[in-house]
T-cell receptor, first 111, second 112 residues
Framework: QKEVEQNSGPLSVPEGAIASLNCTYS??????FFWYRQYSGKSPELIMS????GDKEDGRFTAQLNKASQYVSLLIRDSQPSDSATYLC???????????FGRGTSLIVHP | DTEVTQTPKHLVMGMTNKKSLKCEQH?????MYWYKQKAKKPPELMFV???????INESVPSRFSPECPNSSLLNLHLHALQPEDSALYLC???????????FGPGTRLTVL
């Protein structure tokens, strides 16, 4: 079982819709969780970090963490074509402090 | 300054060459990382420096040699690479090992 799992997609949503990206992790001791956006050929860019159960909002982005169920999700409201990218979830695994990346979910927002 | 810089942006080298990748951050971060990323794959951790000391080496071949001259700089020395080493090499830094990482733009390496 992979430590941090994401559906590779692609997830296709129309412009203006809500995109929902999910991530599960196996290390129950994980305390910190991160979402990165990566455009093709570019480096990952941090979007959100979340440490506590519940929701954390930043503009059009909302991260949701449920430690009991071991999942973290990212919601993108009012999706724009410029949101089309690969979204990487990262969480510590294997007892390490250092986050491990999931395989990433490709998001396509079509006009 | 919230930027991590990397040089060069692109590098083409032969299998017998020696080259170095450079990374710099001025955020006062105490952890720095090297990752390798192949197309359509997530970043793969290679090395971690914490307080200028190598704390993690993810079983990387010895043809890759990291160096951390000071708290702001990180180098990756390359020697006798193979074509399969061609990839995007990413540097990142963070305040601590469990904090969010900030990535540089990467070096696109091609080994002929």
């Amino acid at each position: 079982q992979k430590e941090v799992e994401q559906n590779s997609g692609p997830l296709s949503v129309p412009e203006g819709a809500i995109a929902s990206l999910n991530c599960t992790y196996s290390d129950r001791g994980s305390q910190s969780f991160f979402w990165y956006r990566q455009y093709s050929g570019k480096s990952p860019e941090l979007i959100m970090s979340i440490y506590s159960n519940g929701d954390k909002e930043d503009g059009r982005f909302t991260a949701q963490l449920n430690k009991a169920s071991q999942y973290v999700s990212l919601l993108i409201r009012d999706s724009q074509p410029s949101d089309s990218a690969t979204y990487l979830c990262a969480a510590p695994s294997g007892g390490s402090y250092i986050p491990t990346f999931g395989r990433g979910t490709s998001l396509i927002v079509h006009p | 300054d919230t930027e991590v810089t990397q040089t060069p942006k692109h590098l083409v080298m032969g299998m017998t060459n020696k080259k170095s990748l450079k990374c710099e951050q001025h955020m006062g971060h105490r952890a720095m990382y090297w990752y390798k990323q192949k197309a359509k794959k997530p970043p793969e951790l290679m090395f971690v420096y914490s307080y200028e000391k190598l704390s993690i080496n993810e079983s990387v071949p010895s043809r890759f040699s990291p160096e951390c001259p000071n708290s702001s700089l990180l180098n990756l020395h390359l020697h006798a690479l193979q074509p399969e080493d061609s990839a995007l090499y990413l540097c990142a830094s963070s305040q601590g090992l469990d904090n969010e990482q900030f990535f540089g733009p990467g070096t696109r390496l091609t080994v002929l």
